[in-house]
């Protein structure tokens, strides 16, 4: 198993396995907080963050925008040399896992037995350079949103033909996934939904939809998919609504269709503050329902009202993410993405290094924080503490079910002056300040 991925050329000369430095380094090539093998609660950090490298975003995004041409020229090709070039960064910067779509990886074809041929060769690819490195997948997924067929939605589709050539790419993926030994299986929506009800059957539409799911849930299963399938909520881009717009509509949908055994959330930062939540808000509804699967790591920009996928250097955010990440018992199969883009004016391949190091880097630091907090203790007893009126007495027999509405009402009738309780939202945020920077 070689260190760094040499394919036939090598793509980012002049840049070697970046190291971890430590905080003193000034060297923008190095970590100064992510040390692989530093152990954190038991862990390595290595185990805990679980990062992978996004196949579209590093790989083949350009730069293009609505209003411009790409600016970001590749050296790679063809689907060997862009293989090449990802197993060489992906070793490189030190990213234990990758995710890619269909498309991203592997040449499109309209007809359904060349698109097949070619991703079975880029599967071989992918599992050569995978075996001689060991990077591993932590999910694939199929780009059933891009082409135009899919003007209409993929497995939302009216017309019963698209639904099915949505279907074709599915379980292609799915026979990729099994080979590569992916931990998930992701669904990202991106045309399920409706630009108008006007022209809309939404009953209807998310029936397919829940029918579609359990067709590839039941075809995973069949042909040995043992990881996670995992369903990324975003409220809207590129239709007016989603269907899956947040983590609470998502539970509910898998709920209503009894794919909650199988099926967890995959929770991007990004798509949290376009559903007008925080990112750690959409974690916690994951968490609290035990559906938390996988992280989409990124961030958006307050002043943009759309998903501009940029890598996440907000440790705040980070840490307000982690300790929720760490409350649940960390992300089981799934893993920190960088679903993350450089801006369009970042054009050196360089800039690729600089996104990733200080991704890793934030949520390395978030990490530590949170382990700080977490061993101090004051935080988790200060909410506990908040509820303490639960732990006892009447309080405890309310939340045992056995207290009528009639019992309530005898018991605030007799009790003594409800005292008032700050809920010290303040203190708490100092003392969040304190740990980070303390
Ligand atoms: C788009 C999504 C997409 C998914 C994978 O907004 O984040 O990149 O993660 O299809
Ligand atoms: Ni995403
Ligand atoms: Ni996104």
Redesign the pocket.
């Known amino acids: 198993m070689s260190e760094i991925y040499k394919g036939n050329k090598e793509y980012f000369p002049g840049i070697g396995k970046i190291k971890f430095e430590g905080r003193g380094s000034d060297n923008p090539l190095a970590f100064k907080f992510y040390d692989e093998n530093k152990v954190i609660a038991g862990k390595t950090m290595k185990e805990h963050l679980r990062f992978a490298v996004?196949y579209?975003?590093t790989f083949c995004a350009d730069g293009s925008d609505p209003f411009g041409n790409g600016t970001i020229v590749h050296p790679w090709k063809n689907a060997e040399e862009k293989a090449d070039a990802a197993f060489e960064f992906i070793t490189k910067v030190g990213a234990p896992y990758y995710?890619f779509?269909d498309i991203d990886a592997s040449p499109d074809a309209d007809s359904v037995t060349e698109y097949e041929a070619n991703y079975k060769k880029t599967t071989e690819l992918l599992l050569e350079r995978q075996k001689a490195t060991g990077v591993k997948l932590l999910w694939n997924?199929a780009?059933a949103?891009s082409h135009p067929r899919y003007m209409n939605g993929a497995s939302t589709n009216p017309d019963f033909r698209i639904l099915a050539r949505a279907a074709a790419q599915i379980k292609a993926s799915l026979d990729a996934n099994v080979i590569l030994g992916g931990e998930n299986y992701?669904?990202?929506g991106?045309r399920e939904g409706y630009t108008s009800l006007l022209n809309t059957n939404m009953k209807k539409e998310l029936e397919h939809m829940a029918q579609f799911l359990t067709l590839a849930r039941d075809y995973g299963r069949k042909i040995g998919f043992k990881g996670t399938f995992l369903i990324?909520p975003?409220p809207m881009?590129p239709s007016k609504h989603q269907y899956d717009v947040d983590s609470a509509t998502v539970i509910g949908f898998l709920k209503e269709h009894g794919l909650e055994k199988d099926f967890k959330l995959?929770i991007?930062a990004?798509?949290a503050t376009l559903a007008g939540h925080s990112f750690d808000h959409e974690l916690r509804v994951a968490a609290d329902a035990g559906l938390l699967g996988s992280v989409?790591a990124?961030i958006g920009d307050p002043q943009n009202g759309w998903?501009t996928?940029q890598f996440p250097t907000n440790v705040y955010d980070a840490l307000k993410a982690m300790m929720v990440i760490m409350d649940n018992g960390g992300l089981g199969s799934g893993g920190l993405?960088f679903?993350a883009k450089v801006r369009r004016n970042s054009t050196d391949l360089e800039d690729l290094f600089h996104a990733h190091i200080g991704g890793m880097d934030t949520f390395a630091l978030a990490l530590e924080v949170t382990d700080k907090i977490n061993q101090d203790g004051k935080l988790a007893a200060m909410l506990d503490k908040r509820y303490e009126s639960f732990n006892t007495g009447k309080g405890l027999e309310f939340e045992q079910g056995k207290m009528t509405l009639e019992d309530l009402r005898d018991f605030a009738a007799a009790d003594a002056p409800v005292p008032q309780i700050s809920g010290k939202q303040e203190m708490i945020e100092n003392m969040l300040n304190r740990y980070m920077f303390g």
């Open positions: 996004a579209w975003h995710c779509h997924t780009n949103f992701v669904f990202w991106g990324e975003k881009e995959n991007e990004n798509h989409d990124n998903d996928d993405n679903d």
